[in-house]
């Protein structure tokens, strides 16, 4: 591997943390603020509109002016606080990072509020009065459900705006993505450059997607497995954390896949499959060889099983318009079935007696024949079902 793209990717989970955290209590903070001004807002027009006006004006200044303007104002604040209290406060690094970012975040936020509060139905509230909501029971059991949705579109636009600005703060002295960015420029390392442009895309791509999965699970009213989800995730190591979210980049485009290509089961292997390298992410906090061939194993034999699956729809999905392996393969089904179960178990058994496993012993090999002699039978019976029109 190129000694730049090593250094580079050594350092990415680092850098990613440190700009997720950044980035996640800029928008914590956001919210926490915008939505009672866009509550109080929308009840008061002079309110309003002295708020959106700020709001908006403080998107007129360049991230980097603002970012300059919180070090004299902290080093005062800092001075004011030794004084008074004996200790200071930092004018560079996290500190005046979170604060800039959670100022430009609030925008999207305020006026997707406000709008959201004016554009509930009038008869739903005349409705509520009539049933004796008080105000309180109004907003949080009426006006605040059907605002939801536009209130959650403002949070994801600040969402992806502050993982963009979140770069900036490597100016003043906070690790982040933007580390990559201007380390690069420097000294002309253009692998830097990309990675760190790239890493940030995939974060605010992997971001608005999670926002947008707990909004339907908001509407579901099953945002409580999301929570159980997230919480068994934060149990693991930071390799794994960021290897699980990365899941969701596959899991947000899947859908689209079946539109677009005839090889939607390759998208739907890289997400199903993705389990393999959850696991040794989990146990050794690394990705390798090993690892990475088991994935590939597991892709193959689901592209093999999904294209059965697929002939139960094929002539519906031509209707359609949507495309599959199975209306790609047609009468060559049977070809393709075979070729790719066989490199499925060719994969999966040459990570079962690879070496981060420690499976070079007769033991392993063991492992790897019983494997193989079910995965043979298993392609026997999906082959029959198929061939006697069952598949169909």
Same mark, same amino acid.
């Given at each position: 591997?190129d ?5 580079? #990717? ?8 440190? =700009? ?8 914590? &903070? ?21 708020v959106?006006?700020?709001a908006?004006? +403080?998107?007129?200044?360049?991230? #980097?002016?603002?970012?300059? #303007? ?30 800039a970012?959670?100022?430009?975040s ?6 997707n509020?406000v709008?959201?509060?004016?554009? +509930? ?9 009539? +049933? ?14 059907? $605002? ?15 993982i ?25 390392n ?9 890493a ?12 947008g ?34 899941s969701?980049?596959?899991? $947000? ?19 199903f ?7 040794f ?13 088991l ?7 689901v ?10 729809? $094929?002539?519906?999905?031509? &209707? ?13 089904? =049977? ?16 990570? &079962?007696?690879?070496?981060? &496993? ?13 494997a ?21």
């Amino acid at each position: 591997m190129d000694e730049r793209l090593a250094s580079t #990717l050594s350092l990415l989970a680092d850098y990613t943390s440190q =700009h997720v955290l950044l980035s996640a209590v800029a928008l914590a &903070l956001g919210v926490a603020t915008s939505l009672p001004l866009a509550v109080l807002a929308s009840r008061r027009p002079r309110l309003r509109w002295a708020v959106l006006a700020i709001a908006s004006l +403080v998107q007129t200044i360049p991230g #980097l002016a603002l970012l300059a #303007l919180f070090y004299p104002l902290l080093l005062g604040l800092s001075a004011l606080t030794g004084a008074l209290f004996g200790f200071g406060v930092p004018a560079l690094g996290f500190l005046p990072s979170v604060l800039a970012l959670t100022i430009y975040s609030m925008l999207p936020i305020l006026r997707n509020g406000v709008t959201a509060m004016l554009g +509930v139905d009038p008869a739903c509230l005349e409705a509520a009065d009539g +049933v004796g909501m008080t105000s309180r029971q109004k907003l949080f059991r009426v006006e605040l459900p059907l $605002a939801a949705p536009v209130i959650m579109a403002g949070i994801r636009t600040a969402a992806v705006w502050t993982i963009g600005m979140a770069t900036l703060s490597t100016t003043v002295g906070q690790t982040s993505l933007g580390n990559f960015i201007f380390s690069g420029l420097q000294t002309e390392n253009w692998i830097s450059v990309l990675t760190g442009c790239a890493a940030v895309v995939v974060l605010a791509l992997i971001t608005d997607h999670a926002l947008g999965l707990i909004e339907a699970a908001a509407v579901r009213r099953d945002g409580w497995r999301m929570a159980i989800g997230l919480a068994v995730l934060l149990q693991f190591n930071r390799f794994a954390v960021m290897t699980g979210i990365a899941s969701l980049v596959i899991v $947000a485009v899947y859908p689209f896949m079946k539109r677009i290509t005839w090889w939607p089961q390759i998208v739907l292997g890289l997400a199903f499959s993705w389990g393999a390298l959850m696991g040794f992410a989990v146990t050794f906090a690394r990705i390798d060889a090993t690892a990475l061939a088991l994935y590939a194993g597991s892709i193959a034999w689901v592209i093999g099983y999904d294209t059965i699956y697929a002939h139960q729809d $094929a002539e519906d999905d031509a &209707l359609i318009g949507i495309k599959s392996t199975a209306l790609l393969f047609g009468a060559r089904t =049977h070809r393709a079935l075979v070729a790719f179960y066989t490199l499925a178990v060719l994969l999966i058994g040459a990570a &079962l007696v690879g070496e981060s &496993l420690e499976f070079e012993t007769p033991k392993g090999y063991l492992y790897f024949a019983m494997a193989f002699s079910v995965a043979v039978e298993l392609v026997n019976i999906r082959l029959r079902r198929l061939l006697s029109g069952r598949a169909h």
